[in-house]
């Protein structure tokens, strides 16, 4: 395929070769529909497809998120009540789920069964564009909010799982304070709402609001498709074509995301947020100091701000984090960076403090950055920061999600916003860059542009309050009785009726008919053979080695086994205890924190565990092991073997203050 070929309705606009993800890029356009698509072409086995739409909020009912559960629940080519519950009963997916963001919606799935990857496909493609929700109204019910009344002389009450969902995760300190930064950064944008929904605010929700936001975002013009993996991509534009994009016309969706404009000067907030009477309020306050960074199509000063983030607050040796901590402000200190938007956002945030340490938080926080970018950021500080990004893009490894995955998702922080959604995926020349940038002023000129030099800042203190929750609860019981009053017996009647026809809904099971719509495997679909895991043993010195051969991204890992068969059952606590600590305290030659920055200089980090293996074929039998696991660049090998030898013959475990900190 060559640019500008036109394949099964797809115009191919850009075709590129991008090393960092050994795969070949194709950019390609629906031009009846004006659908996006981008496909990522390897020979990796887990193939992903999502389909996401821009979907910016204008409130706080959370139409977004609601939309998102809604269209999950049940289409025109498959009537059940939750397909995805009975799908995954026939499926082999390595992921399948739906994420609302601040401004967009993302429903990804991924598998290795090549069938089963054509069925997620087709289920998700029809719930988005074909949802059931258009028509029933019991959707909005069940999924967003409903008045819920039983009996006559019940009190009116609301219920909904996303209702539910939220009111949970907004009495989380956690997420309310960042959903409280960034009202207060954004007021004049989509990113000042709650894109998940304030439950306050979810009964604002209609039907017509409801049904108005999926037809005006989710149509292919407004729609990033993305496939990636070892696939016959022009089969896969043929079945897009004909079973759905074909089908619609192209149309303007008015889904831009407008720029908030720059404050003149630091804007200041105080907000409650709710805590039990038995919690009390001594030092339970957040503090957090906040900055507007730019825009994410900026993919550099992302990358340094991320570094900047690492080296001044993430690590024992970080000056910015040690600076607070040593002032007392409060228990820990953390931090914010969130680049999925189109204007990111940096917080600095100390945990279990005071409110009126506000003001020394903010000079303290201001000063210590005013030093960093007179006098310099350590030099070596920064470059264990970059040693560590660049060892986890090599990695790419992301536990349980597969890379394709993860690679879709960083694909939108420009493609969402007009640019290349190659962008985020290359790394090589940005890193260098970085590196270079150690021999000159970057890191300092990126503090004075982004913290010191920008006016578009807040400082926030949330502060607990422990008759919130009771005033909500009352408020909310007051709006509902008024609201029963207001309503006549009948309109009563109708909401009890409704209230049991949505629980009859609910408790039905599925019919056979429904049942025999969803895609499930057979046993002929499945492969028999298991993957190869390749395994050589050798002797090194007489030691045992277990060596596989894979590629690796030039990074070599290793794992040390010690026999602790003679640990008695008594002192196995101990020996639990001693794996959190190795690494973590000061050695004969490095203070702990001295020791974090070489890890991080070196390598991609050093853990230890506790093991328990069998003998083959002896299932009753029992090998206990201390595990001791690192990785690092191969051409890091000799530091890392350093650095073991330090941690696991020298560690000094005499540091009392310390080892009760840990």
């Not at 640019?3 to 890029?25: M, Q, W």
């Not at 199509?297 to 991320?306: I, Q, R, Y």
Request: a negative charge.
């Amino acid at each position: 395929m060559e640019v500008n070929d036109r394949i099964h309705g797809f115009c191919l606009k850009h075709k590129e070769y991008i090393h960092e993800v050994d795969s070949t890029a194709y950019t390609f356009e629906h031009e009846k529909s004006g659908a996006r698509l981008f496909f990522l072409a390897n020979d990796d086995d887990n193939k992903v497809f999502s389909i996401s739409f821009r979907t910016p909020p204008v409130d706080d009912t959370g139409v977004a998120h609601i939309v998102e559960h809604s269209t999950l629940c049940g289409s025109r080519k498959y009537p059940l009540k939750e397909p995805f519950v009975e799908l995954v009963k026939g499926s082999l997916n390595t992921f399948l789920n739906a994420m609302t963001y601040p401004d967009k919606t993302m429903y990804p799935v991924a598998s290795r069964n090549d069938k089963d990857f054509q069925n997620l496909m087709d289920v998700y493609l029809d719930a988005v564009f074909y949802p059931n929700m258009r028509e029933n109204p019991q959707v909005l019910m069940q999924e967003g909010w409903h008045y819920e009344i039983e009996k006559k002389e019940d009190p009116l009450a609301y219920s909904g799982v996303v209702y539910n969902e939220m009111k949970g995760a907004l009495s989380s300190p956690d997420d309310l304070l960042e959903s409280r930064i960034m009202h207060a950064l954004y007021p004049e944008t989509t990113y000042g709402h709650e894109s998940g929904g304030d439950p306050e605010a979810i009964p604002d929700l209609t039907q017509e609001k409801f049904i108005a936001f999926h037809a005006k975002y989710y149509h292919p013009s407004n729609s990033y498709i993305y496939l990636y993996g070892a696939m016959d991509i022009e089969e896969k534009l043929r079945y897009l074509d004909e079973e759905y994009l074909s089908h619609f016309d192209r149309i303007s969706v008015p889904s831009k995301i407008d720029l908030q404009p720059a404050f003149s000067h630091l804007k200041r907030e105080t907000v409650p947020y709710p805590v039990s009477e038995e919690e009390g309020t001594d030092e339970k306050t957040f503090l957090a100091l906040s900055w507007t960074t730019g825009q994410s199509l900026d993919h550099k000063a992302m990358m340094g701000l991320e570094i900047l983030e690492h080296a001044l607050l993430r690590t024992p040796a970080a000056p910015l984090r040690k600076a607070l901590i040593d002032a007392k402000l409060g228990r820990d200190v953390d931090s914010i960076f969130e680049t999925d938007m189109l204007q990111p956002f940096f917080s600095i945030i100390v945990n279990n403090a005071e409110p009126e340490r506000l003001d020394d938080f903010y000079h303290l926080t201001m000063t210590k950055l005013q030093q960093l970018a007179e006098n310099g950021i350590d030099r070596e500080l920064l470059e264990a920061s970059i040693n560590l990004m660049e060892f986890r893009l090599r990695e790419a490894d992301f536990g349980s999600a597969p890379k394709g995955l993860i690679y879709g998702i960083r694909i939108m922080k420009s493609w969402l916003y007009g640019g290349a959604p190659e962008t985020y995926l290359r790394y090589e020349d940005l890193l260098q860059e970085m590196k270079d940038g150690l021999s000159g002023r970057y890191f300092e000129s990126l503090v004075e542009t982004y913290f010191l030099a920008n006016p578009h800042r807040s400082l926030l203190a949330m502060v607990p309050d422990t008759q919130m929750a009771a005033r909500r609860e009352k408020e909310q019981q007051k709006k509902l009785a008024a609201k029963k009053a207001a309503m006549s017996d009948a309109e009563i009647e109708a909401t009890i009726a409704a209230t049991q026809a949505l629980k009859l809904r609910q408790q039905s099971p599925e019919t056979e008919e429904a049942l025999r719509m969803i895609p499930v495997l057979k046993l002929s679909d499945i492969r028999k053979e298991s993957y190869p895991l390749p395994l050589e043993v050798r002797d090194l010195g007489g030691t045992k080695v277990l060596f596989s051969d894979v590629h690796t991204n030039g990074i070599a890992y290793l794992n040390l086994y010690f026999d602790a068969s003679a640990v008695t059952e008594e002192e196995l606590p101990y020996l639990y205890l001693l794996s959190e600590l190795l690494g973590m305290v000061d050695t004969e030659k490095h203070t702990y924190a001295e020791l974090a920055n070489l890890r991080n200089l070196h390598t991609g980090g050093i853990a230890s565990d506790v093991v328990v293996y069998t003998r083959n074929g002896e299932p009753d039998s029992l090998l206990p092991k201390l595990r001791v696991r690192a990785k690092a660049l191969v051409k890091r090998l000799p530091e890392l073997m350093a650095l073991l030898q330090e941690i696991l013959t020298e560690s000094r475990f005499t540091d009392e203050k310390r080892i009760r900190e840990l």
